[in-house]
């Protein structure tokens, strides 16, 4: 199964995926909004293709979405994995990869989705969180879920102290995932 990762930062989620030996292999190409962003580097050090783009280029969503899927066609991707992609996926990308894009993010949806998740339990008060890997629709954060972990909220944890625990459950988790995506859905993966 051949993979395209799309990223808007520095790709810590994208790091993780890549140091997986199993998943290293199906990833064909790295689609990010941000030409300047770290994960270009990542990728180019790792000899991945890279399709970068800033969106104000374009009239519109459906133009970049479609330049996004010319380059998807060229490298005959058949799975998509948002990792810190900052963008809604629109009707040209979501028609083309329907059930075949993935996102992961930071709180136990349906709880605390879009920007800010982390912030938002804390000023709630929860006493745990956690991250979700879902399929992405067409909402924000709504696509069924494929699976989750916890992560207990201490009373002394702030901001920064929360991220970092998230991020380091994110970067066992969702290479775990995405390996068995590929494990499930590489034998007989139709178009």
């Given at each position: 199964?051949?993979?395209?990762?799309?990223?808007?930062?520095?790709?810590?989620?994208?790091?993780?995926l890549?140091?997986?030996?199993?998943?290293?292999p199906?990833?064909?190409?790295?689609?990010?909004?941000?030409?300047?962003?770290?994960?270009?580097?990542?990728?180019?050090?790792?000899?991945?293709?890279?399709?970068?783009?800033?969106?104000?280029?374009?009239?519109?969503?459906?133009?970049?979405?479609?330049?996004?899927?010319?380059?998807?066609?060229?490298?005959?991707?058949?799975?998509?994995?948002?990792a810190?992609?900052?963008?809604?996926?629109?009707?040209?990308?979501?028609?083309?990869?329907?059930?075949?894009?993935?996102?992961?993010?930071?709180?136990?949806?349906?709880?605390?989705?879009?920007?800010?998740?982390?912030?938002?339990?804390?000023?709630?008060?929860?006493?745990?969180?956690?991250?979700?890997?879902?399929?992405?629709?067409?909402?924000?954060?709504?696509?069924?879920?494929?699976?989750?972990?916890?992560?207990l909220?201490?009373?002394?944890?702030?901001?920064?102290?929360?991220?970092?625990?998230?991020?380091?459950?994110?970067?066992?988790?969702?290479?775990?995932?995405v390996?068995?995506?590929?494990?499930?859905?590489?034998?007989?993966?139709?178009?």
């Open positions: 199964m051949k993979l395209a990762v799309f990223a808007s930062g520095n790709g810590s989620n994208f790091q993780a890549i140091d997986e030996a199993t998943i290293r199906h990833i064909e190409l790295v689609v990010c909004d941000r030409p300047e962003a770290y994960v270009v580097k990542r990728a180019e050090q790792h000899a991945i293709p890279v399709f970068t783009f800033s969106a104000k280029a374009f009239a519109n969503k459906a133009a970049y979405e479609n330049a996004i899927l010319h380059e998807l066609e060229k490298y005959a991707v058949d799975f998509v994995v948002l810190g992609y900052m963008r809604l996926i629109g009707p040209t990308l979501l028609t083309k990869f329907l059930n075949r894009i993935i996102n992961l993010h930071p709180s136990l949806l349906p709880k605390f989705p879009g920007k800010d998740a982390i912030q938002q339990a804390l000023d709630a008060g929860e006493r745990e969180t956690g991250v979700t890997a879902h399929f992405v629709d067409e909402g924000m954060d709504t696509g069924p879920v494929i699976d989750q972990a916890r992560v909220i201490k009373k002394e944890d702030g901001l920064e102290e929360l991220t970092a625990k998230i991020h380091q459950i994110e970067h066992h988790f969702y290479p775990n995932v390996k068995q995506l590929i494990l499930k859905q590489g034998e007989g993966f139709e178009k």
